[in-house]
């Protein structure tokens, strides 16, 4: 796979390498000159100097024939112009963009921008999975696909709690796809009895996490 990486942060170079030392091709494309010679003294003819949001720079950087484009500058807005451009301009079919800031979230997802990458969210992810008491998880937003899936502990006192996976009445649009007891994960059957303790995955349609909340937990989401 051709992959162009725009940005040669800690996040960008790492990446360059990672993908490199899997035996994919990568052009990493930094703009801070400094930068561009520290990388190059151990990626050499893999990383390019330049302003990934300057068509001739990407154009340079083999845009055309690129099959992924990953956007992880340290500027949002650099990071969507990029990505608009490799999609729109140049018909790469895959793109990845990082957010800087979680509050821009919106407008990655405004302007169709997807799927975006937010290490805030992802620490947010970790601490959630911790905690029980946080509630619904979210595991994985599938945006092009609207697809979620979701973890969330069964209580004792929830409606699904002692009961089949056949008998637990799901919205229409989820699924549950496995469930974690004991330290070991399994697909359960329909016969399946859900026990407290339980912790469940289901995969659902965007906007169902309420009922699901309240399934699992028995407490209504706010």
Known sequence: MYVVVAGGGKVGWNLARELIGKGHEVTLVEEVRERYLT????????????????????????????????AVTGDDEDNVIICQLARDRYAVS???????????????????VAPVVSATDLILRLIEHEVPSFGLVHLLDLHAERLEIVEVELA???????????????????????VLRDGSGFVPKADTV???????LVVLDPGLEAGITSIFTGVDAP
């Open 39 to 70: 990388i190059e003294e151990e990626l050499e003819h893999a990383v390019q100097y330049g302003d990934a949001t300057e068509m001739w720079v990407l154009e340079r950087a083999g845009i055309e024939r690129a099959e992924l484009v990953v």
């Open 194 to 200: 859900l026990e407290p303790g339980d912790e469940v």
């Open 156 to 178: 004792a006192d929830a409606p699904a709690a002692g009961r089949a996976v056949s008998d637990v009445a799901m919205p229409d649009g989820s699924l549950i796809i496995s």
């Open 94 to 112: 895959r793109t990845i963009a990082r957010v800087n800031n979680p509050r821009n979230r919106e407008l990655f997802d405004l302007l169709g």
